[in-house]
């Protein structure tokens, strides 16, 4: 079920970005989510004070997955279709495998072919041809930005255990979105001032 829901949001979103900027598309996502998120925490009485030092701890981490990736991904998903997003956002284990073995951890052979391979798949993806060159320049700026958010992707997964293990899932994620949401706000308010809503349907608003 969460990988259905996970893959889907690439369908469901792809109408939205080409008629919302990413930027505002994703602080309508993710502020909404992290008061929602929290306002459940604290229903079940879950304490959601915060040292000044958690919450900065919080804020990087929010910085990277929310901020780092929706950005990213909105960007990519305005560029490229959303077949090729649900594929190339599938190299972030890639990038994970790479950030264990920057922190010390032992990679098999095995390993270091897996990710060749996958990279050279990305390679074939992006270009959509086997047998000569086809880069176009938003297929290019749309591939790197998704490999972008891949990146961000697998950092903000290294990153989110300790930060669970204190908090909890729930408050942890809540302030992160939230935090995150925030962080688009400089962008995405002079943005929604500006935006034609009108154009927006029913199903736009469903998929937000």
Same mark, same amino acid.
């Given at each position: 079920? @969460?990988?259905?829901?996970?893959?889907?949001?690439?369908?469901? $979103?792809?109408?939205?970005?080409?008629?919302?900027?990413?930027?505002?598309?994703?602080?309508?996502?993710?502020?909404?989510?992290?008061?929602?998120?929290?306002?459940?925490?604290?229903?079940?009485?879950?304490?959601?004070?915060?040292?000044?030092?958690?919450?900065?701890?919080?804020?990087? %981490?929010?910085?990277?997955?929310?901020?780092?990736?929706?950005?990213?991904?909105?960007?990519?998903?305005?560029? +490229?279709?959303?077949?090729?997003?649900?594929?190339?956002?599938? +190299?972030?284990?890639?990038?994970?495998?790479?950030?264990?073995?920057?922190? #010390?951890?032992?990679?098999?052979?095995?390993?270091?072919?897996?990710?060749?391979?996958?990279?050279?798949?990305?390679?074939?993806? %992006?270009?959509? !041809?086997?047998?000569?060159? @086809?880069?176009?320049?938003?297929?290019?700026? #749309?591939?790197?930005?998704?490999?972008?958010?891949?990146?961000?992707?697998?950092?903000? @997964?290294?990153?989110?255990?300790?930060?669970?293990?204190?908090?909890?899932?729930?408050?942890? %994620?809540?302030?992160?979105?939230?935090?995150?949401?925030? !962080?688009?706000?400089?962008?995405? @308010?002079?943005?929604?001032? $500006?935006?034609?809503?009108?154009?927006?349907?029913?199903?736009?608003?469903?998929?937000?």
């Amino acid at each position: 079920m @969460t990988i259905f829901l996970f893959a889907s949001v690439y369908a469901a $979103a792809k109408p939205i970005v080409d008629a919302v900027h990413p930027m505002l598309f994703a602080a309508g996502r993710m502020l909404p989510a992290g008061l929602l998120i929290l306002g459940f925490a604290w229903l079940r009485h879950v304490p959601l004070g915060l040292e000044w030092r958690e919450l900065a701890r919080l804020g990087g %981490v929010a910085l990277v997955g929310v901020t780092a990736f929706q950005a990213s991904w909105g960007l990519a998903l305005e560029r +490229t279709s959303a077949g090729e997003g649900a594929v190339l956002i599938a +190299t972030s284990p890639i990038f994970g495998v790479i950030l264990e073995r920057l922190r #010390g951890a032992r990679a098999g052979w095995t390993a270091w072919a897996g990710v060749l391979i996958a990279f050279l798949g990305v390679a074939l993806v %992006v270009n959509k !041809s086997f047998s000569q060159l @086809t880069l176009a320049p938003d297929s290019l700026a #749309g591939g790197l930005l998704w490999l972008t958010a891949a990146l961000a992707w697998a950092i903000y @997964t290294a990153l989110s255990p300790p930060i669970v293990a204190r908090h909890g899932a729930i408050k942890a %994620v809540g302030y992160v979105c939230l935090l995150g949401g925030l !962080s688009f706000l400089p962008l995405a @308010t002079p943005m929604a001032l $500006a935006q034609d809503w009108s154009r927006l349907e029913a199903a736009d608003w469903l998929a937000f």
